[in-house]
């Protein structure tokens, strides 16, 4: 069975320091992986996915994800967080042939100055 | 612009009342989706849809209905049936249900549910 884990409920950082989002994934076929975004009381928006094409995929806003298959993980990072970064962010994964996507718990990001 | 709409934003509903929560995309995706988010807890799969007339049930379908009669629209009915059903719903699509896993799902903004 598919799961997936993000240690930390909450990350808080500086305005300009390093964003780390830790995803853990357990699959036993290739995954396919994903981060979502969510501001407040908003949807999710996709940040970046890995397709197997390449195992350092680069999104949207700055943020880049690493595929790491002897580690089974999948982090978020962003080099300087910027205030709008703050919002709730979701590592999911699926595979096979049903686009059925299992997300972790999520991460809340906060920034402070 | 094409894209996913749910409405209302916000709905109160009384114990022992069915509510109806819609869900319109136009982006012309097969495939559409219910979640249920709590807090702490991520995102739950409530029914998903491949085809029009055809859905199946997710992870949490006890006391939800759903109906796919027009591509575009796929509504959740929340039942008196659900003990616990205030929480934020979410309505996702994608391109096919089907495939290698990689479609990606695009998200509605999403309605707030509370039962008074």
């Known amino acids: 069975a598919q799961s997936v884990t993000q240690l930390g409920s909450h990350v808080s950082v500086s305005e300009g320091a390093l964003v780390l989002l830790r995803c853990n994934y357990s699959s036993s076929v290739p995954p396919y992986l994903f981060w979502y975004v969510q501001y407040p009381n908003q949807g999710l928006q996709l940040l970046l996915k890995?397709?197997?094409?390449?195992?350092l995929v680069k999104g949207i806003n700055g943020f880049e994800a690493e595929f790491k298959k002897s580690e089974t993980s999948f982090h978020l990072t962003k080099p300087s967080a910027h205030m709008s970064d703050a919002a709730e962010y979701f590592c999911a994964v699926t595979s096979g042939g049903y686009n059925k996507l299992i997300f972790g718990a999520g991460t809340r990001l906060a920034v402070h100055p | 612009d094409g894209g996913i709409t749910q409405s209302p934003k916000y709905l109160f509903r009384k114990e022992g009342q069915n509510v109806t929560l819609s869900c319109e995309q136009n982006l012309n995706h097969d495939a559409m989706y219910w979640y249920r988010q709590d807090p702490g807890q991520g995102l739950r799969l409530i029914y998903y849809?491949?085809?029009?007339?055809?859905?199946q049930k997710g992870d949490i379908a006890e006391g939800y209905s759903v109906s796919r009669e027009k591509k575009e629209s796929f509504p959740l009915t929340v039942t008196s049936a659900q003990k616990n059903p205030t929480a934020f719903y979410l309505c996702?699509?994608?391109?096919?249900?089907?495939?290698?896993?990689?479609?990606?799902?695009?998200f509605g903004p999403g309605t707030r549910l509370t039962v008074l």
């Open positions: 890995y397709t197997s094409a390449a195992t």
């Open positions: 849809s491949q085809i029009v007339n055809d859905f």
């Open positions: 996702a699509s994608s391109m096919t249900a089907t495939g290698q896993g990689d479609n990606e799902q695009f």
